[in-house]
């Protein structure tokens, strides 16, 4: 029996932002097998299901399945798991120590490695695209304006072809207080598009930093179910900040 906990992340409204799936194993035991994750993952058919194992005061290992694959960062599973566990975590991960901490009103902050992408050339003809870049797991396309990204209708069979884990799609923000808009397709990974992809933020951050001249910036995700990400560049590294809201419990009994 595991019981599983449902967030909706980077949103304070239940049923919008991205929703993961917590899974606290018992702190006197090892991994699942990778096969059970993987099922597990599978049946819950959310972008990411994270395993959280406790290590002991506010340490912790950490997890995360799509569908189909375990991958190596996830943003919106490291904000729910902080949000079950308690803000004030340190994650073990495959991707290096992951610390969380409480931020200014309710936010949950989490320190994650900085991704500035690099120029390389199309790998895909796109039409309203400005140029592509490559960071360490995603292909960042940039288009003309946000209108052009909330109406991008992608060829999900050739962006699955893409060796990537996906593709961030990008352009300035269009109302007040919104530096930039995104979308993230990766059915490579098991996920047609992400609702909001904290991750991606390690590459859109420093993207737009250095066009918009400031280290702080609020990225928006114009998902259908949409959602906010607070980012600050600091070195090699970048402070990704969201709400998060419980919505539900599992059971499984099997």
Same mark, same amino acid.
């Given at each position: 029996?595991?019981?599983?906990?449902?967030?909706?992340?980077?949103?304070?409204?239940?049923?919008?932002?991205?929703?993961?799936?917590?899974?606290?194993?018992?702190?006197? $035991?090892?991994?699942?097998?990778?096969?059970?994750?993987?099922?597990?993952?599978?049946?819950?058919?959310?972008?990411?299901?994270?395993?959280?194992?406790?290590?002991?005061?506010?340490?912790?290992?950490?997890?995360?399945?799509?569908?189909?694959?375990?991958?190596?960062?996830?943003?919106?599973?490291?904000?729910?798991?902080?949000?079950?566990?308690?803000?004030?975590?340190?994650?073990?991960?495959?991707?290096?120590?992951?610390?969380?901490?409480?931020?200014? $009103?309710?936010?949950?902050?989490?320190?994650?490695?900085?991704?500035?992408?690099?120029?390389?050339?199309?790998?895909?003809?796109?039409?309203?695209?400005?140029?592509?870049?490559? $960071?360490?797991?995603?292909?960042?396309?940039?288009?003309?304006?946000?209108?052009?990204?909330?109406?991008?209708?992608?060829?999900?069979?050739?962006?699955?072809?893409?060796?990537?884990?996906?593709?961030?799609?990008?352009?300035?923000?269009?109302?007040?207080?919104?530096?930039?808009?995104?979308?993230?397709?990766?059915?490579?990974? $098991?996920?047609?598009?992400?609702?909001?992809?904290?991750?991606?933020?390690?590459?859109?951050?420093?993207?737009?930093?250095?066009?918009?001249?400031?280290?702080?910036?609020?990225?928006?995700?114009?998902?259908?179910?949409?959602?906010?990400?607070?980012?600050?560049?600091?070195?090699?590294?970048?402070?990704?900040?969201?709400?998060?809201?419980?919505?539900?419990?599992?059971?499984?009994?099997?």
């Amino acid at each position: 029996m595991l019981d599983l906990t449902v967030v909706d992340t980077f949103t304070s409204e239940p049923f919008r932002g991205n929703p993961a799936a917590v899974a606290v194993l018992d702190a006197t $035991g090892g991994w699942p097998e990778e096969t059970r994750m993987q099922h597990i993952a599978r049946e819950m058919a959310l972008s990411e299901t994270a395993f959280v194992r406790p290590l002991g005061g506010a340490d912790f290992d950490l997890r995360w399945f799509t569908p189909t694959v375990e991958v190596d960062l996830c943003g919106h599973a490291t904000l729910a798991s902080a949000h079950v566990v308690g803000s004030r975590a340190r994650f073990r991960t495959r991707s290096g120590l992951l610390a969380c901490s409480p931020g200014p $009103g309710g936010l949950i902050q989490m320190d994650f490695p900085l991704d500035a992408p690099e120029p390389v050339t199309a790998p895909l003809e796109w039409p309203g695209a400005l140029g592509w870049y490559r $960071g360490r797991f995603d292909l960042l396309v940039e288009m003309g304006d946000a209108v052009e990204v909330r109406s991008l209708l992608p060829d999900l069979k050739a962006v699955a072809a893409l060796d990537c884990r996906g593709v961030i799609v990008t352009a300035a923000g269009d109302r007040p207080g919104i530096d930039c808009v995104s979308r993230f397709f990766a059915p490579q990974s $098991g996920v047609p598009e992400d609702p909001v992809t904290g991750s991606a933020h390690c590459s859109l951050a420093p993207f737009w930093a250095g066009r918009i001249g400031r280290n702080e910036l609020v990225g928006e995700q114009v998902s259908d179910r949409g959602g906010t990400v607070y980012m600050r560049c600091s070195g090699d590294r970048v402070v990704l900040g969201g709400h998060a809201v419980t919505v539900s419990q599992v059971r499984m009994v099997v």
